[in-house]
């Protein structure tokens, strides 16, 4: 079958890129392709690489090895032809100054500027348009970043975790905004370390773990991998194991004895990927599990299930 | 470019304590130490002119490096200059508009400095020299203007501002900016005359005294320039390859 779709250029494209600092590797070896219109997060733990990967990704800091592309070009020369706009962590402001002249500063910086006025519109600025940046509440502030990075008409929105510090309700505004944004056609890249947050914004997920894409999929995907559930129970009297071993969706078992005087009993601890049905294959081995426990693992300890898991696939 | 020079210059005269020590202690201090009559030493300048001129300096040298080094180290640490390094604006645009925007609140520091002095004291000089005068302590700012970037971009945090308030007060004494420098023991003096204060107040002094300003004294301002410009763009690059 002939396609007839030309070789569209990526958005962003990173091909071997390495970052170190000391003897940290904070990226290592990293490819990656993004295409128009997709909404993709990046998840991965405090200290996984993303706001790095960002910074290259913006020209903020040159990779030791590699190569970074947007839209084709160089980072900053993306940025110079106004296709970017972007929304730091925690990002600095200018002080003493409105929030509609930081705004218009932003406005008359871009090449296809929006009216200052629309930008604080859809950025619920209105209202205090004329409140100095250093009187901000945080959410406010970052209100003030949302919309100098949407003060002009870029193909690509990139935020680095920048839900950090609102409350749930200016949460999902913010998402809502963030949402018409993508609808319009634009790529949303944003960096994050709530799982929830990903699953529901994003239609691509990039998972990074010590500077390395460990995982690229829909969020469905990536929640059935990072979605590991400990089950943790006891069970008396001496036990055959290789049952045990063999329970669906298991990842990893320990078996630890803990001798009392009433005699000898084990605990067990396990790693699953679809808890329900471990623990219903567990009561189909006849045997009765106390102190039965089942509970979500933490992003961080999702990842290194999935790095097990992928460790041992390769070996 | 020019929307950053003009939103800095409107945070600049809106911040009044600035303006009151750029614009008005200058002035104020001319009142208070011109009151002697007669002439300073070995200049042949009454005392009402020598002061003008040494204050204008004096004000030019406060509007250009007290605001700006702090401030560029702040905005440094809090991010903001990452933030305008994700806009068009070119990397030296920030620079440059700190450095134009602390060249117009100087301007008006020496203006100040000459309408009290001609007002209030009667100096009286030749049209040419006012306007020499003004152009050269205007222009000479510029030097010191390097030299709060460069101390902006080299402290950091809490260092900053005693950083540059030694710097500050060590080149207005030391450059005999407050007080002649031929009142200084004669080893102070072999080191005064090496600084770039004491070369940018003898150049409004050769104007007063109709004479050309001397090689040395240029010589001195340029050197100092290079230096504190090229030290401001390295310790730049540096900060933008490590942001």
Redesign the interface.
């Known amino acids: 079958m002939t396609t007839t779709a030309t070789a569209t250029t990526p958005v962003v494209g990173f091909d071997q890129v390495s970052k170190t600092y000391g003897s940290v590797r904070a990226v290592d070896g990293l490819s990656l392709a993004l295409h128009p219109g997709e909404t993709v997060a990046l998840l991965g733990p405090n200290g996984a690489g993303k706001s790095t990967t960002l910074d290259l990704l913006?020209?903020?800091?040159?990779a030791d090895s590699g190569t970074v592309r947007v839209f084709g070009t160089s980072p900053r020369e993306a940025?110079?032809n106004?296709r970017?706009?972007?929304m730091?962590q925690?990002?600095?402001?200018?002080?003493?100054?409105t929030v509609a002249?930081?705004v218009?500063?932003?406005c008359?910086?871009?090449?296809k500027p929006y009216k200052v006025a629309d930008v604080l519109a859809r950025a619920s600025l209105t209202q205090i348009a004329d409140r100095k940046v250093n009187k901000l509440s945080g959410g406010q502030a970052q209100r003030v970043?949302f919309a100098?990075a949407t003060a002009g008409d870029s193909d690509l929105i990139v935020l680095d975790e920048p839900t950090t510090g609102m409350d749930v309700s200016a949460r999902q505004a913010f998402w809502a905004t963030m949402r018409e944004q993508a609808d319009q056609g634009r790529t949303v890249l944003f960096a994050t370390h709530y799982l929830e947050e990903a699953d529901a914004i994003a239609d691509r997920v990039l998972v990074l773990h010590r500077g390395r894409l460990l995982a690229d999929g829909t969020a469905a995907e990536i929640k059935a991998k990072a979605g590991a559930r400990r089950v943790s129970f006891d069970l008396e009297g001496e036990i055959d194991e290789a049952p045990l071993r063999n329970l669906p969706f298991l990842t990893s078992i320990t078996v630890s004895k803990s001798g009392s005087a009433a005699g000898s009993s084990q605990t067990i601890r396990i790693q699953s990927t679809d808890a329900d049905a471990t623990v219903h294959a567990l009561y189909g081995l006849g045997v009765y599990p106390r102190n039965l426990e089942v509970a979500g693992l933490g992003l961080e300890q999702a990842f290194v299930a999935i790095t097990a898991a992928e460790e041992a696939r390769q070996s | 470019m020019n929307?950053?020079i003009k939103?800095e210059l409107?945070?600049a005269l809106?911040?009044r304590k600035f303006l009151f020590f750029s614009v008005i202690y200058p002035s104020v201090i001319f009142l208070l130490v011109s009151n002697q009559t007669g002439n300073v030493d070995g200049s042949g300048l009454s005392v009402a002119k020598y002061v003008m001129v040494s204050m204008a300096s004096f004000g030019a040298l406060t509007a250009v490096l007290m605001g700006n080094s702090e401030r560029i180290a702040?905005?440094r640490?809090?991010?903001?200059?990452?933030?305008l390094?994700?806009?068009?604006?070119p990397g030296r645009g920030y620079v440059l508009a700190k450095t134009a925007s602390a060249a117009v609140v100087s301007l008006p520091s020496i203006v100040v400095v000459f309408l009290v002095a001609a007002a209030v004291k009667d100096v009286r000089l030749d049209a040419w020299q006012w306007v020499a005068l003004t152009g050269a302590i205007w222009a000479g700012s510029f030097v010191f203007a390097a030299l709060g970037v460069a101390i902006g971009y080299l402290a950091s945090g809490d260092a900053v501002r005693p950083i540059t308030m030694i710097v500050y007060f060590g080149l207005s004494i030391l450059g005999g900016l407050w007080m002649p420098s031929s009142s200084f023991p004669s080893w102070l003096q072999d080191i005064a005359k090496w600084l770039p204060t004491h070369a940018y107040a003898a150049l409004g002094r050769a104007i007063e005294q109709s004479q050309a300003p001397h090689a040395q004294d240029i010589a001195i301002l340029v050197a100092f320039f290079l230096l504190f410009a090229g030290g401001a763009a390295w310790l730049y690059r540096k900060d933008t390859?490590k942001?």
């Not at chain 1, 913006?58 to 040159?62: A, D, H, I, M, S």
């Not at chain 2, 390094?85 to 604006?89: E, G, S, V, W």
């Open positions: 913006l020209g903020l800091r040159n940025i110079v106004g970017v706009g972007a730091l925690s990002g600095g402001l200018m002080d003493e100054v002249e930081l218009k500063l932003a008359d910086l871009h090449p970043r100098l | 929307s950053l939103l409107t945070r809106r911040n702040k905005e640490e809090g991010g903001w200059v990452r933030q390094r994700l806009t068009t604006l390859l942001a």
